[in-house]
């Protein structure tokens, strides 16, 4: 069975702190997917990145960066000089060997001005 | 480009009363599809997906069904709703195949059931 834990339910940050959303999972996969999605007060939820589990190469993009350790089984999700539009749910998500995605259960990530 | 539509953006229904959510990509052909519903605490649950037309896997027992009339097209049913399919209905395709299949999401429907 795939799990995918994201211990922080909510953080609260001032604007243009560095904060970390974390993010553990769980599979017996040997092959297998990770993502990462922004879901705003609107609702839809945001694409932000996929990470295959033979390239542990860390991503840059812009002010986002992920961390992604197998050794630890993570992949967390770093916001550098957080803005308010920042200001969201983000979802690790984890994809084996089936056409399922396997959610965390959120990070509500609130930027204050 | 490829788009992902939902239809209606809100509903209020009563109880006992029809459902049905329709779901429609443009610009992919052949896409795996996805209804998940989202209730208040955030957690993102699977309800069905389909990698066909006609091919639908229900991944939780309950009074909604889905179908896939065409290929691009996935329709989310109830012939009777109760008050706890309230929630926020999320529809989502992804490349068919063993591709890496990130998934795209739609606007979803919000539904209130009273």
């Known amino acids: 069975a795939q799990k995918v834990t994201q211990a922080q339910t909510e953080i609260s940050v001032v604007e243009k702190e560095d904060v970390t959303l974390d993010c553990v999972y769980e599979?017996?996969?040997?092959?297998?997917?990770l993502f990462w999605y922004k879901q705003p007060p609107s609702g839809e939820l945001v694409f932000l990145i996929r990470?295959?589990?033979?390239?542990?190469q860390n991503e840059i993009s812009g002010r986002y960066s992920w961390n992604f350790q197998k050794s630890t089984s993570s992949f967390n999700f770093t916001i550098t000089a957080s803005q308010v539009v920042d200001s969201a749910v983000y979802f690790c998500?984890?994809?084996?060997?089936?056409?399922?995605?396997?959610f965390g259960k959120g990070t509500l990530l609130t930027v204050n001005p | 480009s490829q788009t992902i539509h939902q239809w209606p953006a809100t509903l209020v229904q009563p109880v006992g009363s029809p459902l049905s959510l329709e779901c429609t990509v443009e610009?992919?052909?052949?896409?795996?599809l996805y209804w998940y519903r989202q209730a208040a605490g955030r957690g993102l649950q699977l309800l069905f997906y389909s990698v066909g037309i006609g091919q639908i896997s229900s991944e939780v027992p309950q009074n909604l069904s889905a179908s896939r009339p065409q290929d691009r097209q996935f329709i989310l049913s109830s012939k009777k709703l109760l008050l706890s399919d309230s929630g926020f209905y999320l529809c989502a395709w992804g490349s068919g195949g063993a591709g890496y299949n990130e998934q795209f999401f739609g606007p979803g429907t919000r539904l209130t059931v009273l």
């Open positions: 599979t017996r996969d040997t092959t297998y997917y």
């Open positions: 990470r295959n589990s033979f390239d542990e």
């Open positions: 998500a984890l994809r084996g060997s089936n056409y399922k995605l396997t």
């Open positions: 610009g992919t052909s052949n896409p795996n």
